[in-house]
C-alpha cells in the first residue's frame, strides 16, 4: 500500500513516484450512470490521477436497518469504483457521516432525525437547533453510524488498493464542527458530553485540565464538590471568570470532536478497512480545532484543507484577493505544514451553488496559481461535474450544476480548460512536489490564540487577522518572506529570526521555548510588547523577565517613530518604553526623541529587538523599517521586487532547483524589475509586466542558484 499511495510532509508517492495528487469530485449519486464512464474520461483528460465523492448516508440506508449499494442508479457505487480503476484512477471516498454536498440533513438520513430525538444536537439553554443538526457523540448517534459504516466497509473492501482495487484513502466526516458552529453554536447534548455524570466525557476533561476541584473553583469563582457537579450553563458574572469557563467548554467539545475521529477510524479499522484516512478542515480558521488530529490519528492520517475565495456576496471578496491569499492561503499552507501534513486542498474551488457572484475562469486559474505558489501538494477539483439530485434531497437546487467544469447535461465549461491548463502544470513541474517555499523569518503564532479567533471568545480572537495586517502585509512587500510557525509545540531551530506579535496571551510552553530560542543563538523580534498571562490567563511573565523591558502608558502625542535616520508615520504606540536593562540600547524614540519606542539587547548567545509599535500595513516606509530589524538581526534577504506592490514567492528543492512566482492580485496591469538573492550574490531575473489577476511562474536554470 505505501508504494501504491503515501504522502509525507514534503508531497505524495503515488505508484511509487512522487507527484501531486490531482483529483476531481464526480458524485456518482448524482450523475446519471450512463454518463459515468464518460464523465470519468473527461477527469483522466483534465490530468487527474484520482477521483473523489460522497458516499451519502442517506442514499444508502432510506430506512433502518435497509442498507443498499445497488438496486438504483444512485447506489451503486461498485459499479462508479470498477469505472475509475477501468481508467487508473485512484479513489478517495468521503462516507461522512456528514458530507453537507447542499444535501437534507447534512447527507444524513431522515428517519434519523426523526425517530431519534436523543441524537440532536442542542445549545447551552436546552434548546434545538434551528436546522436538524446532530450530537457527534450521542451514544445513539455513534450506533446508527457504526452500522452504516459497518455496511460501507463490507462493500468498499474489494476495492480496497491492497487487494488490487482503486480506493487509496478514505475520509473522516466532513468539515467537523461545522455542523454546529456554522449554526451558531457548539454542542451541550448531555448523553454526548456526558455533563453530570460520573466517568462522563466533560468531568473527565475538567479533572484532566485542572487535577482537581479546587484549581477549577479558583479559576471559574465557583464552589463545586465534584466535576460532575459543574454546569456548563452556570457562567460567572466575571468577565475573565467567564470567559475561561467558556474558553474551555469549546475546548472541550474541540476534544469531542477528536474522540469523534478516533472512533470513525476505528470503525473502519475494526470492520478490516485499513486505508490512510483524511480530514478537510473547512478553512483556515479552523485549523486549530484539529490541532491534536495528526498525533492521535497516526501517520497514515492526513489533514487538509478547503478553500473556496468566494461562494455567495457574503464571502467578502469576488476574486482570489490578496487579503484572501495573505490571511488564508498562506497561513493554512503554513499551519498544514508545522503538523506534518503535505498542504492539500481536498476541496479547490471549481464553481458555486450560486448563480452570482460568478466564477470566472481567469480568478480560478491566479487562484490555482496562488495556491501553487505557496506550496499545495495535492488538489481536489470540487465539484468537477453537476447532476441531478435524488428525489427532494437538495437544499439548493433540483439540478445540482454547481456551475461546475463539466455541467450537468456533461457540456465543458471554460473552467474545464482551466482545470487542464493547471493540471499541465502539477504534471510538468512534479520537482515541485519535494520543493518549500523558502523564507527568510518566522512569523510565532500559537494554536490557542488562534483557536480563540474561531470560538470567537477568547481575547486574543482576531489575532490572525492583526498579524497578517501588521507583519504579513509588511513581509509580502520586503525582501524577507515569512512563514509562520507554531511556537508553543517543538523546540525552535535558530536558522532565522523569529518575529513575535504582541497577543493578550502567551502559554507558559510557547514562552519557555521562545527564551530557550535566545538562550541558543536564536534571534527575536517582538512587536508590539509580550504577553504577561499564560493560556488561562494566569500571570506568566517569564518571557517579559527575561528580556528585561519594562513599560508604561504612552503619554507622546508626535506622530513620529523615529528609527535611526528613518521617520516612520503611522505607527501605534499604546506603550512606551521606561526602563531596559544594562548594556542594551535604545533604538527607535518619538519624534522628539524623549519617548523610547524600541531597544535592541543580547542574551545568552542571540539577541532581541523589542519594538513597542505596531501597525496597519499602509506605507513603504513601515516596510524598510522591519527589514531595518531583520537585517540586523541577521535575516537573509531573499528577492526584491522593484514594484513592492508585486508580490511572490520562491519554492526550492533539496538539490537547489527554484521556481519564482510573481503575483499581481489586483485589477490593473503592474510592472517590476526582480532581483534574486544567493548568499551575498544578487542576481537580476529582468524585468517583468503582469497582467491583471496574474500569477507567473518562473522556472530558474539550476546554475542560476548556484
Known sequence: MKNIFSFDRHGYVIDGKRQFLISGEIH?????????????KLLVEAGANTVATYVPWCVHEPEEGKILFCGSEERELPKFLEIAHKYGLKVMLRPGPHQYSELTYDGLPEWLFANYPETHALRRDGSEFDQPTFSYTNPVFLEKTKNYYKGFCEMVKPYLAENGGPVVMIQLDNELTGAHLWKGSVDYNPDAMGIGQRGGRYPVFLEKKFGTVASLNESYGTAYVSFE??????????????????????????????????ILQGYLHEFGVHVPTTHNASGTSMLPVFKDFNRRLGEDFLLSIDFYYVLTYGSGQTSPTPKYVAENVMVGADLLESMGNPFSILEMQAGTFTQVPPVLPEDLETFYMANLAMGVKGVNYYVFTGGKNSGDLGTTAYVYDYRACVSADGKKRPNYQVIKRFSKVLRENEWLVS?????????????????????????????????????GYTLMTSRYPGVYTDVGGAALPTDQPIILYTSYSLSRRAQENLIDFVKRGGQLLVVGG????????????????FLGVKTAKNDSVSPITRVGERNVYCINHAQK???????????????????????????????????GGTWLMTNFEQTAMLEGFLNDLGARPVLSCSNPCVNYTVRRDENGKTAVFLMNLY?????????????????????????????????LPQETNG
Open 577 to 611: 518604553i521606561v526602563s531596559f536593562a544594562e548594556g542594551d540600547r535604545a533604538i527607535a524614540f518619538d519624534g522628539t526623541g524623549k519617548s523610547v519606542y524600541g531597544v535592541a539587547g543580547a542574551r545568552g548567545q542571540g539577541s532581541f529587538i523589542y519594538f
Open 435 to 471: 520543493a518549500d517555499r523558502v523564507g527568510a523569518v518566522r512569523i510565532a503564532v500559537e494554536m490557542q490564540s488562534l483557536m480563540d479567533g474561531r470560538s470567537k471568545l477568547g481575547k486574543d480572537r482576531n489575532l490572525r487577522a492583526d498579524v497578517v495586517s501588521c507583519i
Open 229 to 262: 457537579d459543574v454546569d456548563p450553563n452556570h457562567l460567572s458574572a466575571d468577565p475573565l471568570q467567564r470567559t475561561r469557563q467558556e474558553r474551555d467548554y469549546f475546548e472541550f467539545y474541540c476534544e469531542t470532536v477528536t474522540q469523534f475521529a478516533e
Open 667 to 699: 485589477a490593473g496591469r503592474q510592472r517590476t524589475e526582480v532581483t534574486l538573492y544567493d548568499g551575498d550574490k544578487e542576481i537580476s531575473l529582468g524585468k517583468f509586466s503582469l497582467e491583471s489577476m496574474k500569477v507567473k511562474m518562473l522556472v
Open 28 to 40: 456518482y449519486f448524482r450523475v446519471p450512470q450512463k454518463d459515468w464512464e464518460k464523465r470519468i
Open 530 to 545: 509580550v504577553a504577561t498571562v499564560d493560556e488561562n490567563y494566569c500571570p506568566c511573565t517569564l518571557l517579559a523577565d
